[in-house]
């Protein structure tokens, strides 16, 4: 029979507290394993302190957690091989639930905490316990020389007994009495589960069934200079399964002003990302806090992946929810400065590699641009474009250097500049300005669509404009921060105007009927107004270079087709395509030509009507219209029936002739 060595009251400071802790302390009732498993890491790392400091000569060198299931008794166990308690620490800590242990302990032990920090708390921790359990036992045996088990009980309750305890091991044990609906806790995978959850990177092995179930090694806590390229990549594999490997990643480390360690990946984005969730994980002292990182990252870092680890970030009780402050202002603005500071240093030192990932790397550093000054200014010399220009392949002089021999000769290997893995070439915009100033000084013309802007754009190269591509989801906005920036440049679409590089002024307009005073351009201007019935498209003639020139080109003027854009996104729906807009008719074209003296060839029929050239005439300039207009927009059912009904009745008419 056990003899009661006292009974009586849990000190609490607040009146009818416990219901509270019982039933809401934490959001989640899992989390009570978090709790006593981080307790019991603690416990182990205090025995190490006092082994250090020479307070305690016991074997330390297989410290390690061990829980049980016993499905029939309807109980979970946690024990420790850690420093244990006595029957005052028990009355102090566990009874005196305002209290805690751990910062009284570090106060003692200050040297040896610094090298191996506290997790967190027996105390507030320790009572998560009754969200699950109706009954708690604590059996214990402290370091201490001369010390004698002791056996805690509550029922969850303000009461508890305290005994003798049969325990002859230094360490201490947890046994929870499951309550009725809490059975889950019973079964192996379960436990598994949560230990990969929240305990799988605590330093501490985790025994279940004899087995070790967690990894106990943070691969944060490393030295960068010890871990390799796979060992980052099989860390990421692991955290984020089923996903392709990441473009990069940044290794964090710092205790000064404040602790913060961790492994951040630059995912490959896709267009459907969201950007405002964070995958992060939050860990302190390698204990699983949260996925929502939302208060300590940058959110334009929010697509990062992996993992922060911080005992400076301010939680409160459950773990579970962070406190925004001064500190965690600080950590999310040294984050922001060491992502940027690596991804400059890449730039330096590895263009190859920072070009190849700039397709997916490229979206985070304009994100972070939008949204970060500090950033932005970081990271402005950094931010590159691909462009048409063929940089570099202009054959240079090669220069031989004599070798420390003395009389051979090598080649020096020239600097190229690195190109993507499609050949393509990046620069910076600075770096285009200065290109281009002869030719369109303060002018940028840029594409955002390569395969439906492909004849703007191959009329633009013929003529040796250099174009930029802008063709991320996240350009739309990122322009008009570029313009803010470079406030005396002027940002053109390809299709939104012509640079006068692309006009054949030489091809002048000749008057071709003296009665009107009307030219040649006139009469295909009227041409096409009267096929095509649209007062609100303004035809435009103009003669193109180029024999690769296309007949016609609709183009959106660029303001207007930015408040198009504006519109839709606050509307959240696509942009429809303005009824306004410019049908460029280039006169050079031998079509257009030859179309303007078909329409003149039989202006009115035999009965009056208009005559089959005419019809003709009529059909083509709609043909070319819309060919022109598929640059642009999807045709509806409609409009694609009406296009291949007339190309089929065209061609018929063709082969006719």
């Known amino acids: 029979m056990t003899t009661i060595l006292e009974q009586g009251n849990i000190s609490i400071h607040t009146e009818n507290i416990f219901p509270i802790i019982k039933k809401a302390l934490y959001s989640e009732h899992e ?3 978090r709790e ?8 182990i790392k205090k025995l190490s302190m006092v082994s250090r400091s020479g307070e305690y000569s016991g074997d330390i060198s297989t410290p390690e957690i061990e829980i049980k299931l016993d499905k029939d008794k309807k109980t979970l166990s946690v024990s420790d091989t850690g420093i244990g308690m006595t029957a005052e620490e028990i009355k102090k800590y566990i ?10 302990f570090i106060t003692k032990y200050k040297d040896s905490a610094a090298e191996d920090p506290i997790i967190g708390h027996f105390g507030l921790g320790f009572y998560s316990s009754f969200m699950v359990a109706s009954t708690v036992e604590i059996d214990t045996l402290s370091y201490q020389s001369g010390a004698e088990a002791v056996h805690w009980s509550c029922d969850g309750t303000t009461q508890f007994e305290l005994s003798a305890s049969e325990r002859s091991t230094v360490g201490t044990t947890i046994t929870l009495h499951l309550m009725e609906g809490e059975e889950e806790y019973l079964e192996p995978a379960r436990i598994r589960q949560l230990i990969k959850t929240y305990c799988d990177f605590m330093p501490v092995p985790i025994k279940l069934d004899g087995e070790v179930v967690n990894k106990h090694e943070a691969p944060w806590k490393q030295s960068p200079s010890s871990l390799t390229d796979e060992d980052y990549l099989e860390f990421y594999r692991y955290l984020y399964p089923f996903q392709e490997d990441p473009l990069l990643w940044i290794h964090l480390n710092t205790d000064y002003p404040f602790v913060v360690n961790g492994i951040l990946y630059f995912p490959k984005l896709k267009p459907d990302i969201d950007i405002t969730k964070s995958s992060i994980k939050l860990y302190c002292n390698q204990v699983f806090v949260t996925d929502n990182c939302e208060e300590v990252v940058p959110r334009f870092l929010l697509p990062l992946r992996g993992v922060i680890d911080s005992t400076d970030i301010p939680l409160n009780v459950s773990r579970s929810f962070l406190q925004g402050d001064r500190t965690v202002r600080r950590i999310a603005d040294y984050i922001a400065k060491k992502v940027g500071d690596s991804l400059k240093a890449l730039y330096r030192d590895d263009p190859a590699k920072y070009i190849a990932s700039w397709q997916d790397l490229g979206n985070f550093v304009k994100f972070g641009s939008l949204n970060d000054d500090k950033f932005k200014e970081q990271v402005k010399d950094i931010l590159i474009f691909r462009t048409t220009a063929k940089l570099g392949e202009a054959e240079a002089p090669k ?7 003395g009389d051979a000769w090598s080649e020096v290997a020239d600097n190229k500049p690195a190109t993507d893995p499609k050949g393509n070439f990046y620069t910076t915009l600075s770096e285009y300005l200065e290109r281009n100033k002869e030719r369109h000084e303060n002018r940028v013309f840029y594409a955002t669509d390569e395969v439906s802007q492909a004849t703007y754009i191959e009329l633009f190269k013929s003529q040796g404009l250099e174009l930029l591509f802008m063709d991320s989801f996240i350009d739309t906005h990122f322009i008009p921060t570029l313009e803010r ?3 005396d440049v002027k940002f053109v679409r390809v299709d939104a105007d012509l640079d006068d590089t692309l006009l054949d002024k030489e091809q002048q307009s000749e008057i071709v009927d003296p009665a009107t005073n009307k030219t040649r351009d006139d009469q295909i201007k009227e041409m096409f107004e009267q096929a095509l019935n649209r007062p609100r498209v ?28 504006t519109m839709a996104m606050i509307q959240q729906q696509e942009m429809q395509f303005p009824d306004d807009h410019v049908l460029m008719v280039n006169t050079a074209h031998p079509l257009i030509q030859n179309l303007l003296g078909l329409s003149q060839s039989t202006i009115i029929g035999a009965d009056g009507g208009s005559s089959p050239a005419g019809d003709l005439a009529t059909m083509i300039c709609n043909q070319v219209y819309d060919t022109a207009l598929m640059a642009q927009k999807g045709f509806d059912a409609n409009g694609m029936k009406a296009y291949v009904e007339r190309s089929n009745t065209l061609l018929t008419k063709l082969t006719e002739r």
């Not at 220069?399 to 021999?405: G, L």
């Not at 180029?546 to 408040?563: I, K, T």
């Open 31 to 33: 989390i009570f394993l």
């Open 36 to 43: 006593l498993v981080s307790n019991a890491v603690d416990a």
């Open 95 to 104: 009874n005196q639930v305002a209290f805690s242990s751990a910062e009284e």
């Open 399 to 405: 220069v031989e250097v004599q070798t420390d021999e």
């Open 485 to 487: 920036e470079y406030s």
């Open 538 to 565: 303004n035809v435009k003639p103009q003669a193109l270079k180029g024999e690769g020139a296309p007949p016609a080109m609709v183009l959106l003027p660029e303001e207007a087709r930015r408040m198009q854009e």
